[in-house]
């Protein structure tokens, strides 16, 4: 896999991942179908789109020969995800030719990027809808079965949803995210982001608390909190004058539960503070764990990208979070061969990434998107071959990395989540620690459950896992 290696952007494992639903009966006697690509982000959108169906009465299904509504959650970030949809949509062709007064709808990223020029280019696609105009969906359905073609792709200044309760697409029972705001201001050269999902606005604090809290009653055990840029969210009571910043909700969400754990995603380098640091020092439950994008090592690059930082100053934030969180995981984006990079760059990056010691990144070779700034401003002049071989190097030493630091916790004992039954075997657990690391070990005779939190003994490990024992 040369063109990306899997993130936060794209957990890999979920492409394609289809809604889930429990035992519910469609009211109307309708049901949807809902295919989700990209980043947790659409995830967590489609959860949305989820509650907002099921208001009206749409049941769900995972089988697309009984859907009256097929909806495909996208994605723009790389060319390779839009390629993916356009197959996709191919496959689906063949089910609507089966069943005639089937509805297709295209949600998310592309469906922004491209508007109405998805129904030109793609003829089977019925409705087309925008990241910020999930609401009106209902609208469109009626519309699209009256023979009309419907698409909303306008983007608003304060959606966040946060009157919905997303119904839960993942199905562990223990781990959930919750969207605490939306868009982007930041405007980094290389990112549609900020043209799919427009400006920034943070959601509602209290209605943020009130999902942590019913999660947790619901029996989960750790949510995350999830934006763009979530070290810029602000919210201001407009009743009790209030302002909460990101390092404020962190500590309410914390204070909720001992036993729920806290996690956020994802954090840029020039806004995350010392107090959300400290924060996250003084809470045993809120997770030892930054996901911290440095995308480049290079100054020069760095300000081509547009992300407001430079190499210095993005170590003496790592340093910062040494010294306040000591054996905080770490981990990171890296893009080979953005425009202009030249071989000292890329070995800029290469070392950052040594001192960083990341324990996990996120790794892609640079894919200009149409309408960026980057596209813009910039030739994309990196050869593809030399974007390629840059990115091997890049994933060769992240996983010396990795597995360095694996190496250094065998002997540890760390407080695990259960998350369920290993991926390899169901005699075994996997979990996380505190730092986002992977950990399996032997269910044994230990009457233990998912959700439960253990602490285990790691005698082992590989690369990507932490291997060890249950202790009592
Ligand atoms: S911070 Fe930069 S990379 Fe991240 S979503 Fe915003 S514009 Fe895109």
């Not at 995800?81 to 592309?110: D, H, P, S, W, Y």
């Amino acid at each position: 896999m040369l063109d990306y290696v899997t993130d936060r952007v794209q957990d890999e494992s979920r492409q394609g991942e289809v809604f889930a639903p429990g035992p519910e009966t469609a009211r109307s006697g309708k049901r949807f179908y809902i295919e989700s690509y990209g980043c947790q982000m659409n995830f967590a959108d489609s959860e949305i789109v989820a509650s907002i169906l099921g208001a009206e009465g749409y049941g769900a299904t995972r089988n697309l020969d009984e859907a009256d509504l097929v909806l495909i959650n996208t994605c723009s970030i790389r060319e390779k995800a839009e390629q993916t949809i356009r197959k996709r949509l191919g496959e689906f062709r063949r089910v609507k030719e089966r069943n005639k007064g089937m509805l297709i709808g295209v949600l998310g990223c592309m469906a922004e990027r491209l508007k109405s020029k998805f129904l030109e280019e793609e003829q089977l696609v019925d409705i087309v809808v925008g990241p910020d105009a999930y609401r009106s969906l209902p609208a469109l359905v009626k519309e699209a079965d009256s023979g009309q073609k419907a698409v909303n792709v306008l983007l608003s200044r304060e959606e966040t949803y946060g009157d919905i309760a997303p119904v839960r697409l993942d199905s562990n029972g223990i781990t959930a995210f919750i969207s605490i705001m939306r868009g982007c201001n930041n405007m980094c050269t290389f990112c549609v982001v900020p043209f799919t999902r427009g400006r920034e606005r943070s959601r509602d604090s209290a209605s943020i608390l009130r999902e942590a809290r019913s999660l947790y009653q619901q029996g989960y055990r750790e949510v995350t909190l999830l934006g763009q840029n979530v070290d810029s969210y602000y919210y201001v009571n407009e009743e009790t004058d209030e302002i909460v910043t990101f390092a404020v909700l962190l500590e309410q969400v914390a204070l909720i539960a001992p036993g729920l754990r806290v996690r956020f995603s994802t954090s840029h380098p020039k806004d995350i503070t010392d107090e959300v640091l400290h924060v996250m020092a003084r809470h045993e439950n809120i997770c030892k764990y930054i996901h911290l994008p440095v995308q480049s090592g290079s100054t020069r690059i760095l300000q081509l990208m547009n992300r407001t930082y430079t190499r210095e100053w993005y170590r003496s934030k790592v340093d910062r979070i040494r010294e306040i969180i000591p054996g905080c995981g770490l981990s990171s984006d890296i893009i080979a061969g953005f425009c202009t990079e030249t071989e000292e760059d890329h070995q800029e990056t290469l070392e950052m990434m040594r001192y960083c010691g990341y324990d996990m990144s996120y790794m892609f070779f640079y894919s200009e998107r149409p309408g960026t700034l980057a596209q813009r401003r910039y030739r994309d002049d990196v050869p593809e071959e030399t974007k390629k071989r840059r990115l091997l190097e890049i994933v060769a030493l992240q996983n010396e990395l990795s597995l360095e630091s694996n190496r250094k916790d065998i002997g540890k004992i760390f407080r695990v989540l259960i998350e369920g039954d290993s991926r390899r075997s169901d005699r075994d657990w996997m979990g996380r620690n505190s730092q986002n690391k992977v950990v399996v070990f032997p269910k044994e005779q230990l009457s233990l459950r998912p959700g439960d939190y253990v602490n285990v003994f790691i005698r082992d490990c590989t690369q990507a896992t932490l291997l060890g024992e249950a202790r009592a």
